[in-house]
C-alpha cells in the first residue's frame, strides 16, 4: 500500500492539479474567480501566519472553496540550528485550523546560527545530513501531529563531497523518517539540465510510493550553462511529460501548479490548469488501464475522484 | 537561535560566502585558500573547488536579490533617496554583520531598516528625514498585517479612573520630520522641514492603514494612554505636566471630542474592565 493511501484512511486528500496561492491574485480566488478550476489550493504558511487583517478573512473565503494543502519555506530541514519553538507553536496553529492532509517543507537549509537566509540552499549528500534531515523531519511530524513530506529542491552547485547521488540520498532520507516524497518534477528537469544526467533515470531510481504529491512549475536561464528554478514562466512540455511519467505510475495525486514571478493574470493560469488537467488525465487513464489488468477492483477504488475532496477510503 | 551541534564545513563554508562582505572578492582571489580557512579539507576541498567561485556566487546572488527586493518593495521611496548605491553597501553589511532574525519574509525589512537606521543616523551624509521616511513607509505593512486588531468593544463607557483600551493594530509615532506630507513619486527629492510630527496609526474596517495627524496634547494624552497604560484622569494630567501647560477647559474639551472622534472610527474599543469584572 502506497503512504498515500494510509493517509487516505484518516484523512481527506484532493486529487488533480491544484494552484499555489499567490498574494497576487488571492482577492480574486477568495471572491470566486477561479471556483470549479482548481482541485485544491496550496498554502505557504509562512505567508500567513500570525498575521492579522485581510489576509485571515480571505483564507477563510478560500478554505470554503476549496480543499487546502500546506507547503512550508522554513523549517530549514537541513540545518544544525534547533527549530524555533515560537515558528512551530504557530505552524501547528494554522495547520489544525486548515487541516490540510500532511505538511511539506524542502531538503535543503535556510539558516544558520539564527540568521535566516530565506532561500532553499542544498546540502551535502552524505550519510550524516541524511540522518540529520531524516531526525528532524520525525521531530517536525511529532511537533505538528500530521504527517510530512519531504521535496527535492533545485541545486546549483555540489556541497562537498558527495557520499551518494541525490535519489539515494532521498531514499536515505525518507526512510529514516519514513515520511512522504513531494516530488517536484521541474526541479528534477533542472538539475537534469545543470549537471546532465538523465531525469527520468532519476526517477526511476525513487520510491514512487512515497510519492505524495508533485510540483510541476516553470524555471529560466541565469547564464548559458545554468538554468534557475524561479517559477516565473509557463511550465515546459519535458516538465508535463516528466509528471504524466509519474501519475501514470502511481495513480492520481495532488498536482501543484507553482508561479512565484512573473506572474499572468489569473485567467492565464487558470488556463494553464485546464492544460495540466488533460495531460493529468491522460496519465490517470493510463494508470487506470494498467491497472485495471492487473488488479481490477483496485482501480476503480484508487481513481476516484480525479478532482476535488476525497473523503478517504 | 545558534547551532548547537557543528555543521559540516561545506555548509558553514556556503554560509559565509553568502553572508560575508568581502567574500566574493576573496573567492574569485582565491577560491581553495578561503575554503580551507573555512575548514574544509580533503574531498570537500576538491569537490568545491571544482565547482568554482562563480558558481558558488549564484547562491549569494539568489539570497542578496530576494531579500534586498523585498526591502526595496517595502520602502521604494527611501531607496530612491537614499540612492541604489548606498542601498547595496547598507544591505551588504546587514547581511555581514546581523542577519535576518524573523521566519516571515514579510518581516524581514523591518529588521533591515532598523539595521540601516542606526548606521544613518552615525553619518552626516544622510538627511536627517531618512529614517523617518523609511519606518513611515514600513508603517503602512506593518498595520496593515499586525496579528493583533479587530478586538472587541469592552462594551464600558469612558471613565475617569480607568484606562482605555485600543484597537491592537494601532501605533502611536512621534517623526521628527512631516514625511507623511512627502509626494509619493519616486523621483520626489522634496526635503520636508525639522519638525515634530506625532500621527496616530489604525487599521479600518475595510482593513486598510489610516493615518491620523495629532496636535501636541493629543499626542501626549495618547502617548500616557497606549505607551504607558495610565487611567484617563492620569493622562489628561500627566499630558498637560509634560507639555508645562494647565489642563483647562479647552483641553478637557479637545480630549473628550478625540475619544469620541477615536470611538467612532473603532481605534477606542471603550473602558478598560477592573480586574475584578
Known amino acids: 500500500m502506497s503512504m498515500l493511501h494510509e493517509i487516505q484512511r484518516t484523512r481527506a486528500v484532493p486529487t488533480g492539479i491544484g494552484l499555489g496561492l499567490r498574494a497576487r491574485f488571492r482577492n480574486e480566488v477568495a471572491r470566486g474567480d477561479a471556483d470549479g478550476v482548481p482541485a485544491f489550493i496550496e498554502l505557504s504558511p509562512e505567508n500567513y501566519m500570525h498575521r492579522g487583517g485581510r489576509s485571515p478573512v480571505q483564507l477563510e473565503q478560500i478554505a470554503d472553496r476549496f480543499p487546502i494543502i500546506s507547503h512550508g519555506l522554513m523549517m530549514s530541514l537541513g540545518s544544525t540550528d534547533p527549530f524555533d519553538d515560537e515558528y512551530f507553536d504557530y505552524l501547528r496553529g494554522f495547520l489544525d485550523r486548515y487541516d490540510p492532509p500532511w505538511h511539506s517543507d524542502h531538503v535543503c537549509w535556510s539558516g544558520l546560527d539564527g540568521a535566516l537566509l530565506h532561500d532553499l540552499l542544498p546540502v551535502p549528500f552524505t550519510t550524516p545530513v541524511a540522518e540529520r534531515i531524516a531526525g528532524r523531519v520525525r521531530e517536525a511530524r511529532d511537533r505538528l501531529e500530521r504527517p510530512m513530506a519531504i521535496e527535492n529542491i533545485s541545486w546549483y552547485a555540489k556541497l562537498g563531497h558527495s557520499q551518494m547521488d541525490e535519489p539515494q540520498f532521498l531514499c536515505e532520507v525518507l526512510e529514516r523518517a519514513d515520511c512522504g516524497l513531494l516530488l517536484d518534477v521541474n526541479n528534477i528537469f533542472v538539475n537534469a539540465q545543470n549537471h546532465g544526467f538523465d531525469p527520468q533515470r532519476w526517477l526511476e531510481a525513487i520510491p514512487l510510493d512515497r510519492v505524495l504529491q508533485l510540483h510541476v512549475a516553470g524555471h529560466e536561464p541565469w547564464d548559458e550553462t545554468l538554468l534557475v528554478d524561479t517559477h516565473g514562466a509557463t511550465v515546459r512540455d519535458e516538465v508535463y511529460d516528466l509528471m504524466a511519467w509519474v501519475i501514470e505510475r502511481t495513480g492520481p495525486r495532488p498536482v501543484l501548479l507553482e508561479r512565484d514571478t512573473n506572474i499572468p493574470p489569473l485567467p492565464e493560469l487558470l488556463d494553464e490548469i485546464r492544460r495540466l488537467d488533460g495531460v493529468y488525465q491522460s496519465a490517470v487513464g493510463r494508470w487506470q488501464a494498467a491497472t485495471s489488468q492487473a488488479d481490477p477492483a483496485r482501480s476503480q477504488v484508487d481513481a476516484a475522484p480525479s478532482k476535488g475532496h476525497s473523503d478517504g477510503q | ?277
Open chain 2, 1 to 277: 537561535m545558534a547551532s548547537e551541534l557543528p555543521i559540516e564545513a561545506p555548509t558553514a563554508a556556503l554560509n559565509a560566502i553568502i553572508r560575508g562582505s568581502t567574500a566574493p572578492a576573496a573567492i574569485k582571489e582565491d577560491l581553495a585558500g578561503f575554503l580551507r580557512a573555512q575548514g574544509v579539507d580533503g574531498a570537500d576541498l576538491d569537490a568545491m573547488v571544482a565547482v568554482g567561485a562563480e558558481r558558488m556566487l549564484v547562491y549569494r546572488s539568489l539570497v542578496h536579490n530576494r531579500m534586498r527586493n523585498a526591502a526595496r518593495d517595502y520602502i521604494p521611496r527611501t531607496v530612491a533617496r537614499l540612492g541604489r548605491a548606498r542601498f547595496i553597501a547598507d544591505f551588504t553589511a546587514f547581511m555581514d554583520e546581523q542577519g535576518a532574525r524573523s521566519h516571515y519574509l514579510r518581516d524581514v525589512p523591518a529588521e533591515i531598516v532598523e539595521f540601516f537606521v542606526a548606521r544613518w543616523q552615525a553619518d552626516p551624509d544622510v538627511p536627517g528625514y531618512i529614517p523617518d521616511l523609511a519606518r513611515h513607509e514600513l508603517l503602512d505593512a506593518d498595520v496593515r498585517n499586525d496579528w493583533r486588531g479587530g478586538e472587541a468593544e469592552t462594551g464600558l463607557p469612558l471613565a475617569l479612573d480607568r484606562p482605555l483600551r485600543f484597537d491592537g493594530a494601532t501605533r502611536l509615532v512621534n517623526y521628527g520630520h512631516p514625511v507623511h506630507t512627502l509626494p509619493r513619486e519616486l523621483d520626489d527629492r522634496t526635503v520636508p522641514p525639522a519638525e515634530p510630527t506625532p500621527l496616530l496609526v489604525y487599521r479600518d474596517e475595510q482593513h486598510r492603514p489610516r493615518y491620523l495627524a495629532l496636535t501636541t496634547f493629543a499626542a501626549a494624552v495618547l502617548h500616557e494612554l497606549i505607551d504607558n497604560g495610565l487611567p484617563v484622569q492620569g493622562a489628561l494630567v500627566a499630558a498637560a505636566q509634560a507639555l508645562g501647560e494647565s489642563l483647562d477647559d479647552d483641553k478637557l474639551g479637545s480630549a473628550a471630542l478625540l475619544f469620541a472622534d477615536l470611538a467612532e472610527r473603532g481605534v477606542c474599543l471603550g473602558a478598560e474592565p477592573t480586574t475584578e469584572s
